[in-house]
């Protein structure tokens, strides 16, 4: 694929979705950061129904260590690994209480030194609360660069680069929530709706359901 099409299809894209941005419900940086350790491998419509309960009483630092561990697990059961994060998220809070004067630090190699938050998650930060043109590969992006040929890749950091060096640089910025909402709602893994696709002529899928 070469970059007059890969312009092309963000261009499309972002016409299609005039104002790319997480699904996740937050109101802070820090209840961002939350809701993105408890994201992982979980939709964003579930994290949601658990902060729908817990940032009224919790949104803090302070308030979620106040809680304590089992108190947050009430909160978070319904969520996958729920027991692992919220020993990861109680860590975390610590952290940034005693690192970061209470705020949610702003650089990847700080991001990455908190509980539960690695590479994937740090970029979501960067991106969305801090305006930085990272690109976070969750399974949507992986799926989607590697099926219309824009950055395949054969893992996470492989397509990350390769999306990092070719997304055109006037998309840079919305390309890591462009591709997430193409991918949840048109390129589906096992239906993409190949059909109703904006970009169908420029993407080089060999299977599509035309």
């Known amino acids: 694929m070469n970059q007059l099409k890969r312009q092309a299809i963000f261009d499309r ?27 992982a491998q979980a939709t964003d419509v579930g994290v949601n129904k658990a902060t ?20 947050l697990k009430t909160y978070i059961k319904t969520i996958g690994l729920f027991n692992a994060k919220a020993t990861n998220i109680i860590t975390l809070c610590q952290q940034v209480l005693d690192k970061h004067s209470g705020k949610v630090p702003e650089t990847r190699e700080d991001l990455e030194a908190l509980a539960g938050v690695g590479r994937k998650t740090a970029n979501v930060i960067l991106n969305t609360a801090f305006g930085q043109a990272t690109i976070a590969v969750d399974t949507h992006i992986f799926r989607v660069s590697n099926r219309t040929k824009i950055a395949p890749g054969k893992n996470v950091l492989e397509v990350e680069r390769k999306l990092d060096k070719w ?31 904006v970009i169908a002529d420029l993407c080089e899928y060999e299977n599509k359901l035309i």
Do not use: W
């Open 167 to 197: 997304v055109p640089k006037n998309h840079k910025k919305a390309a890591h929530h462009l591709l997430i909402l193409h991918g949840r709602y048109t390129c589906m893994a096992r239906k993409p709706k190949c059909t109703q696709c």
């Open 52 to 71: 729908a309960k817990l940032f009224p009483v919790a949104n803090t630092p302070e308030a979620i260590l106040a809680l304590s561990l089992d108190g």
């Open 13 to 39: 894209l972002a016409e299609t979705i005039p104002e790319p941005t997480t699904e996740l419900q937050y109101s802070t940086t820090f209840e961002l950061l939350v809701a993105v350790v408890l994201s």
